[in-house]
Nanobody
Framework: QLQLVESGGGLVQPGGSLRLSCAAS????????IGWFRQAPGKEREGVSC????????LYADSVKGRFTISRDNPKNTVYLQMNSLKPEDTAVYYC?????????????????????WGQGTQVTVSS
């Protein structure tokens, strides 16, 4: 069974950077599409970015385009989310999640119930 563990969250000032990691165990990560989601207090969980299992195609929410970069290191069984130019509105708990590669469609790229494995989340706080 695939297990995911996020790390790298913390407190950062506006304009700063963080790199989140999503480490997988149990199964090879390269057979899954991996998504990053976030949930702020009182708000629904929203998709931030995802990376497909084949070819490395990436997708981003409009709110983070040009600031966040998703990547994967298959030998390390890890996916990263590099977050630059952070804003207070990026404050949230960030989760990584996995879905089988044959279930992916553009229309459901950020549909939470299409992802079958989730990490426990890591807190990101952007504040001066």
């Amino acid at each position: 069974q695939l297990q995911l563990v996020e790390s790298g969250g913390g407190l950062v000032q506006p304009g700063g950077s963080l790199r989140l990691s999503c480490a997988a165990s149990g199964l090879p990560l390269d057979t899954y599409t991996i998504g990053w989601f976030r949930q702020a207090p009182g708000k629904e969980r929203e998709g931030v970015s995802c990376i497909l299992s084949r070819g490395g195609t990436t997708l981003y929410a409009d709110s983070v385009k040009g600031r966040f970069t998703i990547s994967r290191d298959n030998p390390k069984n890890t996916v990263y989310l590099q977050m630059n130019s952070l804003k207070p509105e990026d404050t949230a708990v960030y989760y990584c999640a996995a879905r089988a590669r044959n279930t992916f469609t553009i229309a459901t790229a950020f549909t939470t119930n299409q992802y079958t494995s989730w990490g426990q989340g890591t807190q990101v706080t952007v504040s001066s």
